[in-house]
Structures are given as C-alpha cells and as structure tokens.
C-alpha cells in the first residue's frame, strides 16, 4: 500500500540554527499537509499544498511541493523554543477518499539546552 | 470559532468499566474522526462519520463504539477495554472533502 516515509526521525538543532524535515511518499499526491504537535499537545493543521512544484510561506516556516507530487519539505529558519514540537506530514491515498490521511512518522525537533 | 474540544482530559479506567468520551464542534463541520495515538507516533484513524452517517471503520475492535448524535457532537464509547488500549484519544473535524482537519486537545486514557 502507500507510504509516507518522513525523515529524519529527530533532528537536534541550538537555537538559531535551521531545520528541515523531508517526506517522500510511494505514489504521487494529490496534495500534502504539514501538522505540528507540541509536547503534550495535539496535532495543528499548519498548511496544505496542491500545485506541484507549490512553494508557500509562514514567517519562518517554508514548505515545498515537489514537481512530481510525491515529495515535501518543511524548513525553518532561525529556530526558536516555540519551534519546538514534532511535525508530520500527511498526504491521502490514492483511492477515491475525502477523509483518509496517510501520515509520516513525524520527525521531532528538539532545541539543545 | 476553530475549536474542538473534547472531555474528559485524562481517564484512567479499569478493563470491566464502560466510559464514554466526548468531542464537539461549532464550526459547521460535516465530516468527524476518532483517532488514536501511541506515544511517538503519528495519529491512526478509527472512524469517520460524514453528515452523521458512520462512513470509515478501520476494523476497530467492537469494544469500541462510535455515536454522532447530530453534527456537532461525537461520542467514544468504551468498554471492556485491554491496557493496550492506552493511548491519547483524539477527535478531529473537517469540511466534507476538505483534506485540512482540525484536531481537539485529545483524552489520555489509561486502561489498569
């Protein structure tokens, strides 16, 4: 069946410094959505990509749509604490759904003390 | 308002009670999850009700029963849950056909 594969699994980062998180699924997308979870938190929609080859903003956040539709990437620049938190993707099947995701392992940002 | 919310936070329960979980929405959403999530891991769809018509099973044991009384409201209904079964239980809203869902904060159960 299809996989979202996301990587990396953690990425340790000094405050400062960038960060980037990269999905590849297994068949092609009709688009891809990026959620972030806070520790003890619960999965907030960030922003969904459609158009192939999409590049969309967010202040320091910029998400990429690849050009043959199956893969993403999330990037943030100048990592503060709020950052903190673990960010998935999630793209959905290629059967007729209007409800089912198919989620990335998610990969955690942690900021070094 | 972009809220769900969801009750109780926590619920610790043993393996021979019945509890219910509760999630609502006001923001004119038709479509309505249940998901589960282990600690780290990403979320796993349980059900999906659409216009408040059951639309998703995901082969959920049937210790497991979803109710959605009218469109704003979802119930979770346990029992005869195993410790397995611990894990944070969250319920998510979304326009039919609209792929961004909203998610609530989530109840932490813990089944002893």
């Known amino acids: 069946g299809q996989q979202v594969m996301q990587i990396p699994q953690y990425q340790h980062v000094q405050e400062g410094e960038d960060f980037t998180t990269y999905c590849n699924s297994s068949?092609?997308?009709?688009?891809i959505q990026w959620y972030k979870q806070r520790p003890g938190g619960h999965p907030v929609f960030l922003i969904q990509?459609?158009?192939s080859g999409e590049v969309k903003k967010q202040k320091r956040l910029t998400f990429q749509f690849g050009e043959a539709k199956k893969n993403s990437s999330l990037h943030i620049t100048a990592t503060q604490t709020t950052d903190v938190g673990t960010y998935f993707c999630?793209?959905?099947?290629?059967?007729?759904?209007?409800?089912?995701?198919?989620w990335g392992a998610g990969t955690k940002l942690i900021i070094k003390p | 308002d972009t809220e769900v919310t969801q009750t109780p936070k926590h619920l610790v329960m043993g393996m021979t009670n019945k509890k219910s979980l509760k999630c609502e929405q006001h923001?004119?959403?038709?479509?309505m999850y249940w998901y589960k999530q282990k600690a780290k891991k990403p979320p796993e769809l349980m059900f999906v009700?659409?216009?408040?018509?059951?639309?998703i099973n995901e082969s959920v044991p049937s210790r497991f029963s979803p109710e959605c009384p009218n469109s704003s409201l979802l119930n979770l209904h346990l029992h005869a849950l195993q410790p397995e079964d611990s894990a944070l239980y969250l319920c998510?809203?979304?326009?039919?056909?609209?792929?961004?869902?909203?998610f609530g904060p989530g109840t932490r159960l813990t089944v002893t």
């Open positions: 999630a793209g959905p099947p290629p059967m007729d759904s209007n409800y089912q995701l198919i």
């Open positions: 990509l459609v158009k």
């Open positions: 923001m004119g959403h038709r479509a």
């Open positions: 068949t092609t997308l009709s688009n």
């Open positions: 009700y659409s216009y408040e018509k059951l639309s």
């Open positions: 998510a809203s979304s326009q039919v056909g609209a792929r961004e869902q909203y």
